[in-house]
């Protein structure tokens, strides 16, 4: 059973103060009682020195970082984060973020349960976020993983977890309320991946924190000129490296390689377009930084499995 009160505060790769739970290379127990339910899902982008909270929520949270680094100071502790991190705390758990000084601050942000049945204990009127901490009938929700998922992991070295994390937010923002299977299962996906994250980490030494700043500076690099970003090599000889020792270093941080990184990226802004329905698809597409818009067309397709313009149309009718 999940105890809130046995989260604890450890040092994390000798360098930083972190959040760390016990993790044991065993099979997590408990899958069969997992029902997750996203209750929210944003993307967040925030300028230098800015966050939210203090505040409290009824969820668990899931907070992956995109790009940037901060600080979170959760029920009073301070954790400073960076690209390719995850963040994981309970219910009910004061937490605030603030960024960097130094450049903005992309995250992923997940409320979701454990538990569809624990939806009953939520006091829905109340909104998903407070000043004060929430009080709930009986019990707060729960989570039967066991042991319970680490408090604080790094998944940047695992696409399939961050994937998860993005499609989670695309499919909220689609229909909020709808498509509830295909939710859980991105859920259910997510939990697995971030298990097998867990597992490697015990058994891969991190990169050093020269290597580790440098592909974070490169990541913040390509994220703020997407349409026209810049070269491999250049982003190799702004770190003293070679282009393809770099493109190494930085597909081990962020699973995808820096060319693959862009597509990816340029990709999930471009759905996030479509989903707004303001741009055509030849607009969204230069506004990615595709000038062809039947080359933005196949790679949308492959993908995603859809046509731009069937994904845009598809959306406004819902």
């Known amino acids: 059973m999940y105890q809130e009160t046995n ?16 993790v044991q290379a065993e099979a997590w127990s408990g899958w069969r009682g997992l029902t997750p339910i996203l209750r929210y899902a944003n993307f967040y982008d925030g300028g230098p020195d800015e966050g939210f909270g203090p505040r409290y929520i009824q969820d668990f949270q899931v907070l992956f970082v995109r790009a940037g680094r901060g600080v979170a100071e959760i029920d009073g502790r301070r954790i400073e984060f960076s690209a390719g991190d995850l963040l ?38 109340a909104g998903w976020a407070s000043p004060r901490p929430f009080s709930f009938e009986f019990r ?108 190494r270093l930085f597909k081990r941080q962020t699973g995808y ?16 377009l479509l989903i707004e329905g303001k741009l055509n698809v030849t607009e969204v597409a230069r506004s990615v930084g595709y000038d062809d818009p039947y080359h933005f067309s196949r790679r949308f397709v492959r993908r995603f499995g859809i046509a731009p313009s069937t994904f845009r149309k598809d959306q406004r009718m819902i």
């Not at 790769?13 to 959040?19: A, E, V």
Request: overall charge positive; some cysteine; hydrophobic content about 35%.
């Open 7 to 22: 989260i604890q505060y450890a040092p994390r790769n000798g360098h930083r103060d972190s959040l760390a739970g016990d």
């Open 88 to 125: 994981f705390y309970g219910p009910n758990r004061c937490h605030k973020v603030v960024s960097g000084p130094d450049g903005p601050l992309r995250l992923i942000g997940l409320h979701f349960l454990f538990c569809e049945d624990d939806l009953g204990r939520l006091d829905l009127s």
């Open 140 to 247: 707060p929700p729960r989570c039967p993983l066991s042991p319970p998922p680490a408090a604080y992991a790094t998944p940047g070295v695992s696409s399939p977890a961050r994937q998860a994390c993005e499609a989670l937010v695309i499919s909220y923002l689609a229909a909020p309320s709808g498509r509830p299977l295909e939710k859980r299962g991105l859920l259910l996906q997510l939990i697995e991946n971030w298990y097998e994250v867990m597992l490697r980490e015990r058994r891969q030494a991190p990169l050093a924190v020269p290597h580790r700043r440098a592909v974070e500076e490169a990541e913040r690099l390509l994220l703020s000129s997407l349409d026209h970003p810049p070269a491999l090599e250049e982003l190799g000889r702004g770190a003293n490296l070679s282009a393809d020792y770099f493109n």
């Open 257 to 272: 390689t820096v060319r693959g990184f862009v597509t990816e990226q340029r990709l999930l802004n471009a759905r996030r």
